[in-house]
Structure formats: structure tokens, C-alpha cells
């Protein structure tokens, strides 16, 4: 089994940056692939990115150019840079594990405010 723990949200203005992290612990974290989510209030869940476990990536269209997943296998660790952050990206972002066997995990979330 694999927990996430999610970390690194707060308050920015505009124009500002934040840099999530999410800590994995458990099964193997090598083998699988990390993706990021955001649930914004009154709108349902939606992928953000994904890296894979070759370090392939791949991007919403709204947040390529700005936002950037990385992982360190050594330290059980997948990121999400986000610069130039609007009030848009305000919302809960949420860290998911995918096995090689289609097994899901899911972080708590943390959270991301946005201010105009």
C-alpha cells in the first residue's frame, strides 16, 4: 500500500509561485506513476499533470508553461512547480499514485488560494 502526503500549498498573489510536494511512502515508488490534481469549490476534480515512470510528463493546456512535475526516486518525492500562478489555480490540489497494475492512491490534498 502506498500513502501520500501532500505539502507546500498556501496563499500567493497573482503572478507569484508555490512549489507542492508530495512524500510517498510504502510500496515501491519507482515503478509507479504520479500525477497532480485540483478540485476548485463547486467544480469536480481534474487532472493538472502527470510523470511517468520513465519521467515522461504531460500537461493540462491551461498550466503548460507554468507549471512543472518532477520526481526524486531517491527520496519517495514527486513535485509541482507552479509559477505565474492566477486566481484560476486556486483550489485543492491532490497528489495520485498509479501502479503498474492500475492500483490508485490518493493524498488529502493541500491547499492552494490565489489571490487578485
Known amino acids: 500500500q502506498v500513502q501520500l502526503v501532500e505539502s507546500g500549498g498556501g496563499l500567493v498573489q497573482a503572478g507569484g509561485s508555490l512549489r507542492l510536494s508530495c512524500a510517498a511512502s510504502?510500496?515501491?515508488?519507482?515503478?509507479?506513476?504520479m500525477a497532480w490534481y485540483r478540485q476548485a469549490p463547486g467544480n469536480e476534480r481534474e487532472w493538472v499533470a502527470t510523470?511517468?515512470?520513465?519521467?515522461?510528463?504531460n500537461y493540462k493546456n491551461s498550466v503548460k508553461g507554468r507549471f512543472t512535475i518532477s520526481r526524486d526516486n531517491a527520496k519517495n518525492t514527486v513535485y509541482l512547480q507552479m509559477n505565474s500562478l492566477k486566481p484560476e489555480d486556486t483550489a485543492v490540489y491532490y497528489c495520485k499514485s498509479i501502479s503498474p497494475y492500475g492500483v490508485v492512491y490518493w493524498g488529502k490534498g493541500t491547499l492552494v488560494t490565489v489571490s487578485s
Open positions: 510504502g510500496s515501491i515508488f519507482t515503478n509507479n506513476a
Open positions: 510523470i511517468t515512470n520513465l519521467g515522461n510528463t
